[in-house]
């Protein structure tokens, strides 16, 4: 086992040391897009080193084609593990924080087995359960990042299915980015359901 894997477990291994054992990690994916839904997960690893998944990091750093890998070690081997989205709509009404902390407060209550403490990147809320929240939590934590993972290999596919219903928009590249191509696009064909009224003010007119 690599030592970037051990490396990373600083924060569970001091939560085991006051006592927790079902320890989760949780994190957002989509807060910056100008569409789609913000994506959270949560997940309960395995902590015994022999079940360590190698390669785990904030997904960012991890290729696509080894967060797909990845993100179905993790689905096998997690103890539990839930992934939730909140709707441009609810977005638009409530402000994406507000929609990020709802996104996350429904992955505690759906995930299948309750953990007794969570670590989260960097939000901080009441999600019913002892937490500690980790300012750019995943890339310091194996839990957290693995979270990540699940968040955005689920956030990708469902801009890529997005992709194939409003294919001008090139959401299969830029998963609903505000890049230039992006907003180049929204200019000339106009908003589509799925894209966040309060984030595409400065593009198109009401």
């Given at each position: 086992?690599?030592?970037?894997?051990?490396d990373k477990l600083t924060y569970e291994r001091q939560l085991q040391s006051e006592g927790y054992k079902l320890i989760a990690g949780m994190?957002?994916?989509?807060?910056?897009?100008?569409?789609?839904?913000?994506v959270c997960a949560a997940v309960i690893m395995p902590l015994d080193e022999s079940l360590l998944i190698d390669g785990i990091d904030d997904s960012k750093k991890v290729s696509?084609?080894?967060r797909l890998i990845l993100s179905e070690k993790?689905?096998?081997r997690a103890i539990a593990y839930s992934i939730c989205e909140v709707s441009p709509?609810?977005?638009d009404e409530i402000n994406i924080l507000e929609a990020t902390k709802l996104c996350m407060q429904n992955c505690i209550k759906n995930i299948s087995v309750r953990p007794d403490a969570l670590?989260?990147?960097?939000?901080k809320a009441d999600f019913g359960v002892y937490t500690r929240s980790l300012i750019k939590g995943d890339a310091l934590s194996y839990s957290i990042g693995a979270?990540?993972?699940l968040a955005k290999v689920y956030r990708d596919k469902l801009m890529e299915d997005y992709a194939l219903v409003y294919p001008q928009y090139g959401f299969e590249k830029h998963k609903g980015y505000g890049t230039k191509a992006h907003i180049e696009a929204l200019k000339a064909?106009?908003?589509?359901?799925?894209?966040?009224?309060?984030?595409?003010k400065n593009f198109v007119k009401d």
């Amino acid at each position: 086992m690599s030592g970037n894997v051990t490396d990373k477990l600083t924060y569970e291994r001091q939560l085991q040391s006051e006592g927790y054992k079902l320890i989760a990690g949780m994190d957002e994916v989509g807060r910056g897009p100008l569409c789609g839904p913000v994506v959270c997960a949560a997940v309960i690893m395995p902590l015994d080193e022999s079940l360590l998944i190698d390669g785990i990091d904030d997904s960012k750093k991890v290729s696509e084609k080894k967060r797909l890998i990845l993100s179905e070690k993790i689905k096998e081997r997690a103890i539990a593990y839930s992934i939730c989205e909140v709707s441009p709509e609810i977005i638009d009404e409530i402000n994406i924080l507000e929609a990020t902390k709802l996104c996350m407060q429904n992955c505690i209550k759906n995930i299948s087995v309750r953990p007794d403490a969570l670590l989260v990147d960097a939000v901080k809320a009441d999600f019913g359960v002892y937490t500690r929240s980790l300012i750019k939590g995943d890339a310091l934590s194996y839990s957290i990042g693995a979270a990540s993972i699940l968040a955005k290999v689920y956030r990708d596919k469902l801009m890529e299915d997005y992709a194939l219903v409003y294919p001008q928009y090139g959401f299969e590249k830029h998963k609903g980015y505000g890049t230039k191509a992006h907003i180049e696009a929204l200019k000339a064909y106009g908003p589509t359901p799925i894209h966040r009224k309060t984030f595409i003010k400065n593009f198109v007119k009401d």
